[in-house]
């Protein structure tokens, strides 16, 4: 990456743009260009989304904000019934979300050792 946006927070550059975000979806309901209730009721679990992806900004916490994005997700479909989906018939698609994060991670975590080793031996 260039020198010169390697000393940005990406954390408050998240943050703003996300302040900007909200405050404008405030100002257009302000404006009565948006029903913002309807939005809420419907879209709420973006605010887990946002979440998430700002978990994955900060690469220490690239796992969790990846489940935080999955839930969301998840709670999202639910919401809007996307194929018919309700809290008690979507269930099982948390479970694969889950199953297939622990295989994900194991095999990443994996291959993270690995190449490390090798590291070590080369030197």
């Known amino acids: 990456m260039n020198g010169k946006w390697r000393d940005i927070d990406s954390d408050q550059l ?3 743009l996300f302040l900007l975000g909200a405050g404008t979806v405030l100002l257009l309901r302000r404006f009565h260009l ?3 209730s309807w939005t809420m009721h419907n879209f709420w679990p973006l605010i887990v989304i946002v979440i998430g992806v700002s978990h994955v900004f900060h690469r220490k916490t690239l796992w969790s904000g990846l ?3 999955a839930v969301g997700a998840w709670l999202q479909a ?3 019934h996307l194929y018919g989906f309700t809290y008690a018939s ?3 698609l948390l479970l694969v979300f889950i199953g297939g994060g ?3 991670r194991t095999i990443a975590e994996s291959m993270r050792r690995r190449d ?3 590291g070590d031996h080369r030197v």
């Open 14 to 16: 998240f943050w703003g």
């Open 34 to 36: 948006i029903d913002f």
């Open 67 to 69: 489940w935080i994005i």
């Open 78 to 80: 639910v919401t809007l």
């Open 90 to 92: 979507s269930w099982p």
């Open 102 to 104: 622990m295989i994900v």
């Open 116 to 118: 490390a080793e090798e």
